[in-house]
């Protein structure tokens, strides 16, 4: 009934509720698919959301490499964006995964 952009945000949500139920598998299949239905969609605002949930799951999963490139990503959209709430998130994000990569100095930036 709905366009693609309201599936991936519909994907999103179940991932969202997936991460919060301890279900890290179907969270990160979940945020995979919404991105990339965003991404296909033309929507840069959406996929950078959908990466930012991702790395949210990786980082849980001990996998702080692929998060901060995906927070990266997802903050460098969202800086041409404009989104002064969104951009705030990337950035305690990108710090908390420094501090988890040992990288003071990079959290303190």
Known sequence: WGNRREEAASLY????GANAS????????????????WGAAGDR??????????SRVLEVRGRYAEAVELQVSALET???EGN???????????????????DHDAALR
């Open 84 to 102: 002064p709430i969104d951009q705030s998130e990337s950035y305690y994000s990108l710090a908390r995964l420094f501090m988890n990569l040992g």
């Open 13 to 16: 949500g179940l991932a969202l």
């Open 22 to 37: 301890g279900r890290p598998d179907d969270a990160e299949q979940h945020f995979r698919e919404a991105i990339a239905i």
């Open 45 to 54: 605002r959406g996929e950078a959301v959908g990466q930012r949930g991702l």
């Open 78 to 80: 969202l800086l041409e």
